[in-house]
């Protein structure tokens, strides 16, 4: 079965001060988005498509696409703000993208097969994609969409420098998801996170929680789904220039109305990611590590 890789790597960093997707944290300079490459050509991908914005293209191209050109088939799909249905009129003062499903949506064109979706600045562990994609290969077909999710400790996806925000999971019989919540303003406490949110209570989640980094393998009914749940955004929360429609919330939704099930693959790997400047040196070091234990190849790419 032929299987692809969607990375949404349209973001603009705000919090990290700069385009994290670019950013140089391997041994030799590699990128994050490179070992999620490495990892899913062992899973059996043949085909990428990088979800980018247009002034982008050409840079993301020459400093990452470029080194696993001859390895895999890549393809760029341009999201921006005037991607939206003929009848909706783009508000003079937006300039904030529009959320993660819409990403994913601006994809719909170029993908071709089942497909894993991952964020271009996170590192998620070989341990994922094998389980991601030996789902997409071993799920029967039902009379609902069948989905999974990867999920990780929430524990070992906090930053020391600052709050974070990530979907919280309640998983059911069979590893099924029953709700997937956003939770913001997480910090790191005794025993788990702390949510510092306004109205939050400083509620305390234990550090096992499972949570959802925007690991995702799909068929590709889901953009039939994302289409109409973005004209619903569009009507309901389109004036509105921060408003921005997170592909977990699609998600909720379908699962809430018996139109998918996603099964939850919990992977015993370390996530990495960088939300400040700052959690770049652990990053860094951890990769180190990795390729010192023999686990990635120094360089990545002969």
């Given amino acids: 079965m032929n299987c692809e890789l969607l990375v949404m790597a349209a973001g603009v960093g705000s919090r990290f001060g700069g385009q994290k997707q670019l950013e140089p944290v391997g041994p030799a300079g590699e990128t994050l988005v490179e070992y999620s490459i490495f990892d899913a050509l062992r899973a059996g991908v043949r085909r990428v498509v990088f979800v980018v914005r247009r002034d982008m293209e050409a840079e993301f191209h020459a400093l990452v696409g470029s080194r696993f050109a001859r390895r895999v088939e890549v393809a760029y799909a341009i999201q921006e703000l005037d991607l939206v249905p003929s009848w909706f009129a783009v508000p003079p003062g937006r300039r904030k993208p529009w959320g993660t499903a819409h990403a994913v949506l601006a994809a719909r064109r170029d993908v071709r097969a089942p497909f894993l979706v991952v964020n271009a600045d996170d590192f998620y562990g070989a341990a994922g994609y094998g389980l991601a994609a030996a789902f997409l290969r071993d799920a029967p077909p039902g009379p609902r969409e069948e989905w999974a999710m990867v999920a990780y400790a929430l524990a070992n996806t906090l930053s020391r420098h600052g709050t974070v925000s990530r979907s919280v999971c309640e998983i059911g019989p069979g590893g099924r998801l029953v709700e997937i919540l956003e939770r913001t ?90 939300t400040y400047r700052e959690d770049r040196e652990r990053v860094a070091a951890d990769l180190a590590a990795l390729v010192a234990a023999g686990v990635y190849p120094d360089p990545l790419w002969d």
């Fill in 185 to 274: 303003a997480l910090v790191p406490c005794p025993g788990g996170a702390r949510e510092d949110s306004p109205g939050a209570g400083g509620r305390v989640f234990p550090g096992s929680t499972p949570v959802s980094m925007n690991f995702w393998a799909f068929r590709p009914g889901l953009f039939a789904h994302l289409e109409d749940r973005f004209e619903r955004f569009l009507r309901a929360r389109g004036a509105d220039p921060a408003a921005e429609l997170f592909l977990p919330s699609v998600v909720q939704e379908l699962v809430s109305e018996g139109t998918a099930t996603v099964t939850v693959l919990e992977s015993p790997d370390p996530w990495l990611g960088m």
